[in-house]
């Protein structure tokens, strides 16, 4: 079967999930195959037809391992290979209810936001050929105006009106000719800028950035937007006129119905930090940053109705993939409620230096393809040799041992520190190959490797 990133999720076995987050997370056999039964299941459940499909639940998964291993990139892949609205959250970031900072709701009114403008794109493209007639033809009334109706002999209207019209053609067919771009015409703009509203402080328990976009919202749909006239290029006023005629032609209640379905039932949520709210022990009183916030994320992650600006979703389909290291926390010091919301755990293996030369190598965006395709700009030619592909994954293993294994990050410290005065020289570069072998990495890190206080800071 050919495969490629556009195609829906709906035709992609588990083995085909597999295989097309191999081109870009090197290892984590069981994170992958995780998820991919995770996505294959909820395909399943969108083709059950009987009353039990309510009552199938995501089973949501835990990711457990150290920083760079790859936990956010498979999240992050099978939300576009699913084509599913997917925001990833941090869950130090909020706080329990009453208290001032971000509640754990908004991560679904983000999301409902995330989908909506989606769905908006998607209806923006069914309506963009009828927006670049109608522009068209806007454009056409302002460089050849039509003059008013009168009362006159119908001989006379027609003579008029065919001159008119051979008129139109011919400016149209130098519009369409780019013949016309740089012309200046005056057209209304919707005026930008700052609201001549009064401004409106409203606190509440709520996010408040929430609160004031609806507010403005609300105010917005009350008085109508202002219009001014300005001169610009026709190039410019076309591309004006088209992004209005587009906005006139969507039906906004048709995208908010399809962005909510879409939610509901394909929605994908990555919690990264989750084991930052993991209690690591028994406190008395209200423990804002922890058992707070997990008691709150609860009801979220069970099912619940969370209103939004759109209207009600209910999170009891979206899937949720949580994430985090518990170096000194353990999953079991999540509260009992919220451990059994995760019941597929996946510990993440750390990288050796046979899994960091496949990064460097293997992936659609491995970090030495990036380099060979910016320096090309430069008419520098890059050519890394095995060994000193080798060498470099050799030092980021060292490195990740002797100090913080941040996993793959390292290998961009590494590569930096390589690269960094070929970067600088390359415009002036008399010399447009270099190779890149284990003597070259040698000489620029040597000195910074054996000694383990400056490695600890540069690398």
């Known amino acids: 079967m050919n495969m490629n990133m556009a195609k829906k999720i709906d035709f992609l076995t588990p083995k085909e999930i597999v295989a097309e987050l191999d081109k870009y997370v090197i290892g984590q056999d069981k994170a992958k195959k995780s998820v991919a039964i995770a996505l294959r299941t909820r395909f399943r459940r969108n083709n059950v037809t009987s009353d039990i499909i309510d009552d199938i639940v995501p089973k949501n998964i835990l990711l457990i391992g150290p920083t760079g291993v790859g936990k956010t990139e498979i999240a992050r892949r099978i939300a576009k290979l699913s084509d599913s609205p997917f925001i990833k959250v941090e869950a130090s ?3 329990e209810v009453g208290y001032m900072g971000r509640d754990v709701e908004s991560m679904i009114r983000d999301l409902t936001e995330i989908a909506f403008i989606s769905e908006k794109a998607k209806e923006t493209q069914n309506v963009i050929d009828k927006a670049k007639e109608n522009a068209e033809e806007m454009l056409l009334d302002i460089l050849v105006p039509r003059p008013p109706k009168m009362p006159r002999k119908v001989a006379a209207v027609a003579v008029e009106t065919n001159s008119i019209d051979k008129t139109r053609d011919k400016f149209r067919m130098m519009f369409k000719e780019g013949k016309l771009s740089e012309r200046m015409v005056e057209i209304e703009i919707k005026a930008s800028g700052r609201s001549p509203l009064p401004i409106i402080e409203i606190f509440s328990q709520g996010g408040l950035d929430d609160m004031s976009h609806d507010i403005k919202d609300m105010f917005s749909n009350i008085f109508p937007k ?7 290029k026709v190039s410019e006023a076309y591309e004006i006129l088209v992004r209005e005629e587009s906005e006139r032609l969507v039906d906004t209640n048709k995208v908010i119905k399809n962005a909510i379905e879409k939610l509901e039932n394909s929605g994908l949520i990555f919690i990264d930090e989750i084991d930052k709210i993991a209690s690591r022990e028994k406190s008395y009183g209200p423990d804002v940053s922890r058992e707070g916030v997990q008691r709150d994320l609860l009801p979220i992650i069970e099912g619940s109705n969370v209103m939004t600006k759109y209207g009600i979703v209910r999170t009891d389909h979206i899937l949720f993939i949580a994430a985090g290291a518990f170096h000194v926390s353990k999953p079991s010091d999540l509260i009992p409620e919220l451990q059994g919301r995760f019941p597929i755990r996946v510990e993440m293996e750390s990288l050796s230096k046979k899994d960091f030369i496949r990064i460097l190598k293997e992936p659609k965006s491995a970090l030495i393809k990036q380099y060979e395709e910016l320096l090309k700009t430069e008419n520098v030619l890059l050519e890394f040799n095995d060994d ?15 100090t913080e294994n941040i996993g793959a990050r390292r290998l961009q410290t590494v590569l930096e520190k390589v690269m960094e005065d070929i970067s600088f020289d390359a415009p002036f570069k008399s010399s447009k190959k270099v190779c890149i072998d284990a003597k070259y ?3 620029k890190l040597k000195s910074i490797v054996k000694d383990e206080d400056l490695s600890r800071y540069i690398l």
């Open 441 to 443: 990495v040698n000489d």
């Open 388 to 402: 000193g592909i080798e060498r470099i994954a050799e030092i980021a293993e060292e490195v990740n041992l002797k």
């Open 226 to 232: 202002q219009k001014k006239l300005e001169k610009v």
């Open 93 to 95: 970031k909020f706080t």
